[in-house]
């Protein structure tokens, strides 16, 4: 994949803002600094760091309810932590809330030497959440659809950032 | 150590229009309350999730009080909350903690290191501007008035007497009349919100 083709961290805020979200519950990887440092600029969100993935989903989920609109920004690796959550916090209480997800150790030939990537997706399956692979800005839309998804069923609906080293880490 | 409903009690006549996260609480709660429509009985949806959910619904609402009935047992899965709470800094958030130093659902096992824990002084340690702590139910029901008036977040921790449920749990009594459902459901209409 050519720079040319990465994932532009301006083009998901785009999306995110597009959207409505109010909130953005996330904990940080080392891929999103710069989503990271665009976010923080941006007058219409609301940060919330957490501090364990499952946290996020608890908190997302009272945002909800209250009138707001979260999106969830974490790592496969903590989404992997955070299943019960999701389960209790969002998929039963019916939330629906997008999950922008790292996709560590994704590579597109499939030869996988990360097991984290090797178990998201059967992960995704067994919670029943539906998901869309983002490559780079032209997958963009992607986003958009997830939302759409979200909010007719309800339930939340995941996008797998697969640019781990690419436009998310300038 | 407090009994849970003469806390409940004590808190009762200060609750003004505050939105009331029941918690472990729910059963004893549902029996003081007498504004349904801001009480939020959640159930367990999964443990150690509350106190981020409060949160939450404190940021979206940040003009209504929002109390949370939360345990120490919940709080200690997920003690990093703490953190997380302290750096949003929602003024509308009091968070009392039930403290009856072990697992009363599943027949009173002790939570690690049940009676050293000082929750008053992490929650201060985390960055709650204010935090405290009793043990008698005099001090607590002079002091949650005032305590109620302060700005969040706030951390009440109170050493309460285990009321151990030790029968299988499709045998137990609902905590809640109604279902979480019906519950959101009518708070989400007293909130106005639609979404």
């Known amino acids: 994949m050519t720079e040319e083709a990465s994932l532009s961290p301006e083009i998901v805020l785009a999306e995110i803002k597009k959207n409505g979200v109010t909130h953005v519950v996330w904990l940080p990887d080392s891929e999103t600094n710069w989503l990271y ?13 957490v501090p364990r993935e499952g946290l996020a989903f608890s908190c997302a989920s009272g945002i909800h309810i209250g009138g707001g609109k979260p999106v969830i920004l974490i790592q496969n690796t903590g989404l992997m932590e955070a299943g019960d959550s999701m389960r209790g916090w969002t ?21 996988n030497k990360d097991t984290a990537a090797t178990y998201t997706e059967p992960f995704l399956h067994a919670f029943h959440v539906p998901f869309y692979l983002v490559e780079n800005s032209e997958d963009a839309p992607r986003i958009s659809i997830a939302f759409a998804d979200a909010q007719r069923t ?16 300038r | 150590m ?15 229009d505050a939105i009331v996260i029941s918690g ?16 939020l009985p959640l159930g367990d ?22 109390v949370l009935f939360d345990s120490e047992g919940d709080i200690q899965m997920n003690l990093g909350v703490l953190a997380m709470i302290a750096e949003q800094k929602p003024k509308n958030f009091y968070h009392l903690l039930l403290d009856n130093e072990c697992y009363a659902t599943t027949g009173g096992q002790p939570v690690p290191n049940a009676k050293t824990m000082a929750y008053d002084v992490i929650a201060k340690g985390c960055g709650y501007p204010s935090a405290h702590a009793f043990t008698n139910l005099e001090s607590f029901t002079v002091s949650i008035g005032r305590i109620l008036s302060e700005p969040g977040p706030v951390m009440v921790a109170v050493k309460i007497v285990p009321e151990i449920e030790n029968v299988p749990i499709g045998q137990r009594t609902p905590r809640s009349k109604r279902t979480r459902n019906e ?11 639609n979404n």
Do not use: C
């Open chain 1, 154 to 169: 309800r339930q939340p609906a995941a996008i797998l950032v697969g640019d781990e080293y690419h436009g998310f880490n």
């Open chain 1, 37 to 49: 440092t665009l976010m923080k600029a941006e007058p219409s969100l609301t940060l919330v760091t």
């Open chain 2, 45 to 66: 949806p999964a443990m150690g999730g509350h106190a981020s959910f409060a949160l939450g619904l404190a940021l979206a609402q940040p003009h209504r009080k929002i």
């Open chain 2, 183 to 193: 519950a959101l459901a009518d708070l989400r209409k007293t909130l106005g919100v």
């Open chain 1, 91 to 111: 998929k039963d209480m019916n939330i629906p809330v997008v999950l922008i997800v790292g996709y560590r150790g994704y590579t597109r030939h499939g030869v």
């Open chain 2, 2 to 16: 407090l009994k849970m409903d003469d806390v409940l009690k004590a808190f009762q006549p200060h609750r003004g």
């Open chain 2, 24 to 39: 472990r609480a729910t059963r004893q709660w549902e029996k003081i309350s007498t504004q349904r429509e801001r009480d």
